[in-house]
């Protein structure tokens, strides 16, 4: 028997971030000393009062089934949230949580997008966006950015990329995978040519809200002007060290929010019961409490800026947040080292990896081929040896 699969899973590209983490786990398992700065992931353990809160929930006999939109109590906490640290108004009608903050991106895209439907990534962008765009038979519009204006897109960017087509424009601010955050001044500019184009809705992506070394967040539905044509989407995985947990949510305009309410419905339901009950907890904290993770990224980001430095050919920006760095490495390709001939951002990725034994990933698949991501989420013995082998593997 042959099986056929779909078209659309034969089109979709896997997940490069998580390739690249197979790939260091089979290396591994062939007995190499791989440094893994790949995925973006926290290297601390959930905080204690987090677990607390979900063995109590265990204990208490959360086991059954959960509203698909999630739990009352939770969205009361993720109501305060955004009234506290985002100065944003929702109800319960309009939120949604998620398996993840992924999901919830996903449920968006299908709820909003039809075939041949445009959506403006600004370049980087995080790796699934493009093909979750996809996946809904919407076209991924690619805007390019540079290093010299810190991977940010402009108001005049943008307006050359709108066409009659454009139904959605998806960012990320702190942005995976260059760190980079839209202050209040350049989200402003950007609605402001928004507003000739009423139809356009905007998806927030503001997961590492809390990993900011530059002071306040911004987020484009604190506009008045644009809080009814935003989806600000957020979750717990990156600050809270809770990636495994797998809650995202979303705060929209209440006609998305029932629609992503219906499409989780028929695909996955209510997201688990003990993880809701131990984000209550989080989201209640101050975020005083998670400083100290912070604290020490902001430490890491210095020591991985001054070691990548050291290093002829690696041209950086300072990132304002998250937990990466994404330096041009274009000044390899064409080079042959050590028998390997350097094409592209892939083939340099890769070459870290077979002669450095260091995990990165190809800036191709952020949409920006002259890259490559470095995650600094790993303690600062890793990051100084990954950076030193990667420099003897170049030299």
């Not at 089979?26 to 790949?38: P, Y």
């Not at 029932?258 to 695909?267: E, I, L, S």
């Not at 050590?338 to 890769?350: L, R």
Request: glycine fraction near 6%; aromatic fraction near 10%; hydrophobic fraction near 40%.
């Amino acid at each position: 028997m042959s099986i056929q699969l779909s078209d659309k899973i034969n089109k979709l590209k896997a997940s490069a971030t998580l390739a690249m983490a197979a790939k260091a786990r089979e290396l591994r398992a062939e007995g190499k000393d791989i440094i893994g700065l790949s995925l973006g992931e926290p290297d601390f353990n959930t905080p204690d009062f987090i677990k607390d809160a979900a063995i109590k929930a265990v204990n208490d006999n959360y086991n059954s089934y959960t509203p698909v939109d999630g739990y009352v109590e939770l969205k009361d906490a993720i109501i305060t949230k955004f009234k506290r640290d985002n100065n944003l108004s929702y109800d319960h009608s309009q939120i949604v949580v998620s398996t993840g903050a992924k999901q919830s991106l996903y449920n968006v895209a299908q709820v909003y997008l039809n075939p041949g439907d445009e959506v403006i990534l600004p370049c980087p962008y995080w790796v699934s966006y493009s093909d979750i765009v996809k996946l809904a038979e919407g076209v991924p519009v690619e805007v390019k950015t540079s290093i010299e204006n810190d991977f940010k897109m402009t108001a005049d960017q943008l307006e050359k990329a709108i066409t009659p087509k454009t139904k959605m424009i998806w960012y990320s601010s702190p942005c995976n995978p260059s760190g980079s955050i839209y202050s209040k001044d350049e989200l402003r500019a950007l609605a402001d040519v928004l507003q000739k184009y009423p139809d356009i809705i905007v998806v927030s992506d503001e997961i590492y809200e809390h990993i900011n070394y530059v002071g306040d967040h911004a987020s484009m539905a604190q506009f008045e002007d644009m809080y009814e044509r935003t989806v600000t989407v957020n979750g717990v995985a990156k600050a809270f060290a809770m990636t495994g947990w797998r809650i995202g949510y979303i705060g929209a305009p209440k006609a998305i929010a029932r629609a992503c309410n219906k499409m989780q419905g028929q695909v996955t339901s209510g997201a688990n019961c003990i993880a809701q009950r131990a984000v209550i907890t989080a989201l209640e904290a101050p975020v005083s409490k998670i400083q100290y993770m912070v604290d020490e990224f902001k430490n890491r980001r210095k020591l991985i800026l001054d070691l990548l430095a050291e290093i002829p050919g690696f041209e950086c920006n300072e990132p304002e947040g998250a937990f990466y760095v994404f330096p041009d490495v274009s000044y390899y390709f064409g080079k042959t080292i050590d028998g390997n001939t350097i094409k592209n951002a892939s083939d340099f990725s890769m070459f870290l990896l077979e002669q450095a034994n260091v995990a990165t990933v190809t800036g191709d698949a952020f949409g920006n081929g002259n890259c490559i991501r470095i995650s600094y989420a790993a303690s600062t013995e890793q990051i100084k040896e990954a950076i030193n082998r990667i420099k003897k593997a170049l030299s």
